[in-house]
């Protein structure tokens, strides 16, 4: 029904073509790739939260099975560690290292209700130039219902912490700029909007910390949002949304004005339990901004949509598997 390479315009569908998607993904399965088309020049990293009920196993044989970084993480639980990743590029071999150290997690590790997902992106890419990095703040606080419930992977709902270590940008949006203004520099912006807690779903710390030299490394921005998983294809689906949102902030033509109207007009009430609802024409109208081909599209609408199910539950609902 859809050619993968073509680039159909989502937002455009009619009531019966909106039908016809939905029917098409009901069967539809996202599938792990050798490259995802990403920016020569964009690099990433992961860090894959768990928990290890049988932690005296990997602390001396985790090396040999992956060259991920092994730390403690007390915000998972008391068995709660991360693996974190070598900075990673969209070639070949950081795909096979991103499998492999997911199929060796599988066979001990596992998920609970406080495990996130957290990716670093190379900040160079922005260039300090504030008129992408706002751009990438509007597309998120406009979308950022679409963004949780897309983050939320495998799982209908998003984890029980997730106020606590991703709370959503609107708020601090609306706090910091609602009434004064956006800041003109980017000094001035990162200095504003950094958080020393990190508990934004879209966090500019590390970017803070280096443009101003208090750090030579990690000049990252970290998306906090997305749950925790186990599954190298979510993870890859993840990398490829996330990085496909930074590069439709760097351009010049986006409509601002829009965002901004859309942003200043938007409620805060409950909303965590708003992101988990499904809105099929705001999906549409992101995929429509962010991806330039159907492959792209139809994953990030099937792990969107998952299996059309929704939750109120505190704790962590899996949807169908929808990967293979």
Known sequence: MFKLDKNEQFNQMNIHDQKDLLNF????????????????????????????????????????YTDFNLVEDIS?????????????????????ALKATCNYLKKSCLINDCCGGHIHFGAHVFDDN??????????????????????????INSREIINDYARPVLYKYKELFHDNGLPKTTEEFLKVFKLSEQNLGLNFFHYYLFFNNLTTTKNTIEFRSPNGTLEEVIWQNNINFFGKLIEAALNNNLDTEKLLYYINNKDTNNLIYEYSKINLNKALELADIIF??????LNFLKQYIKDGKESRSNTLVKASKFWI
């Open 76 to 96: 998972v639980d008391h068995c709660g560690w991360e693996f974190q990743s070598p900075i990673l590029k969209n070639n070949l071999e950081s795909w096979h």
């Open 25 to 64: 993904l009901e069967s539809y399965f996202i599938k792990y790739r050798d490259n995802i088309s990403l920016n020569d020049n964009m690099s990433f990293g992961v860090e894959i939260e768990c928990f290890i009920p049988e932690m005296r196993l990997y602390n001396t044989r985790h090396k040999k």
């Open 292 to 297: 330039d081909n159907n492959l792209d599209k």
């Open 130 to 155: 504030l008129e992408y990095i706002y751009n990438l703040v509007f597309l998120w606080t406009v979308y950022e219902d679409i963004i949780y419930r897309f983050g939320n992977g495998e799982f």
